[in-house]
């Protein structure tokens, strides 16, 4: 496999940094987060990437999307990773979009796809129900009645959830928590009747909320796939989405990796550059190797999406490619506040975003143990 981008995703590439880079920097999470604003990101910068045509990547062309391929989203979330963007980009089209491409049936394919394409419709994966990622422990009850369902239960970081228009939500319509069977997914509308959100301050200033259902009733055409046996298809949303905050996750660390050598390039102290400390030269080049190699492993999982491998080959792919980058995100993250020195912990300077980023990234769908657990009982130890 080359490890190179073609043409086409290369131009993507250059373009969506452009794009992050004069109209999405830091400086704008910085405004968002201190102006408190409720919905977390900027709709005009949303439409944007919507008129773009980022929205619809990885929707098939029968439902308006451009079904360019999991590369070309991963150099988008790449480079919206280098500025830590505040956009419904990985709630909405690689989870919800996900949910919908691989779970809906057609009729709900045919209705939703284009509005998120068009960017009408936001959504927000409802999953977690404790610290520790585990699909298989879904409690959150789904009951059957007369019309319907009714959903209760509490869920915690759920991401956009204060912006969604719908939610995918994870429930429990049979069998006990930690069983492989009795997981049902369901096409929630926000403004039904028993929901209630309450929005989390990120350290990293990312949308996250806790939500609580009660009693929500739903109709049977709620459903997405089949009752009961969501757990399967739900894991492969969740391969789609590990691998694309992986892709994330890699634009953020190669900009604090970048913005660290350029410091310590210009950083005078007993009056030479502090690169020229043999010891920082050795621990900067350490860096730079894992980073390469966390480019390989996450091409090299984009490429399996967009080739159509077996699901465990992409599970296995989506584990190594979630843990190895977390692991490589935390060790540049720290590196650069020590390298910076003081100043790297002041709010004033930039550089502790990416800090906070690896933190909670590490965590979402799943942190570095869950990840390296999962991958040795893939290959079956």
Sequence with gaps: MAFTLNEEQQLLSDSAKDFFTKNMPISQLRELRDDNVESGYTESHWKQMVDLGWAGIIIPE?????????????????????????????????????????????????????????????LAMALEESANHCPENTRTLASKTASGYKISGEKCFVLDANIADKFVVVTRTSAEPGSDTGVTLFLVDA???????????????????????????????????????????????????????ASEMLGSMQEAFERTVEYIKTRIQFDVPLGSFQVLQHRSAQMYVEIEICKSVVMSALSCLDEGKTSAEIARHASLAKAKVAETFNLVSNEAIQMYGGIGMTDEEEIGFFLKRARVTEHTLGDIRYHENRFSNLLGF
């Design 191 to 245: 403004q039904s009747p028993g929901i209630s959100i309450v929005k989390r301050q990120m350290v990293d200033s990312r949308n996250a909320c806790n939500m609580t259902f009660s009693d929500v009733e739903v109709p049977a055409s709620a459903v997405l796939g089949e009752v009961d046996k969501g757990l399967k298809i739900l894991h492969e949303i969740l391969n789609i989405g590990q691998i694309c905050i």
């Design 62 to 122: 029968a439902y308006g999307g451009l079904d360019f391929s999991y590369l070309g989203l991963g150099v988008v979330l790449e480079e919206a990773g280098r500025t830590l963007a505040a956009s419904p980009l990985f709630s909405t089209c690689v989870l919800g979009g996900s949910a919908l491409s691989l779970a809906g049936n057609e009729q709900q394919k045919e209705e939703f796809l284009p509005q998120i394409v068009s960017g009408e419709l936001l």
